[in-house]
Nanobody, 116 residues
Framework: QVQLVESGGGLVQPGGSLRLSCVAS????????MSWYRQAPGKERELVAS????????NYADSVKGRFTISRDNVKNTVYLEMNSLKPEDTAVYYC?????????WGQGTLVTVSS
């Protein structure tokens, strides 16, 4: 059974930091491209960052470049999103996503709220 379980969301002040984690199970994590998406209230889901199976290539949305870092640990079957210099516009539900061949899986999401 494929599972993606996110954690690490919460309330943070502008300029603060959070680290999201996504633990994967039920599929070959080390061969999968992993991504973080987010969906703000009233907006469409958007890609935040992605990382290839070996971690050799990473891509970021322009809005988070220089502030967010995606990484993965293929031993722990976990993908991370380190978020620094958070802004109110980063407020959203953050989703973990896995894709490999026929696999296309989503986590349940974790809420990040940036507010003073």
């Amino acid at each position: 059974q494929v599972q993606l379980v996110e954690s690490g969301g919460g309330l943070v002040q502008p300029g603060g930091s959070l680290r999201l984690s996504c633990v994967a199970s039920g599929f070959t994590f080390a061969s999968s491209v992993m991504s973080w998406y987010r969906q703000a209230p009233g907006k469409e889901r958007e890609l935040v960052a992605s990382i290839t199976s070996t971690g050799g290539s990473r891509n970021y949305a322009d809005s988070v470049k220089g502030r967010f870092t995606i990484s993965r640990d293929n031993v722990k079957n976990t993908v991370y999103l380190e978020m620094n210099s958070l802004k109110p516009e980063d407020t959203a539900v953050y989703y973990c996503h896995a894709v490999r061949r026929a696999l296309d899986a989503w986590g349940q999401g974790t809420l990040v709220t940036v507010s003073s």
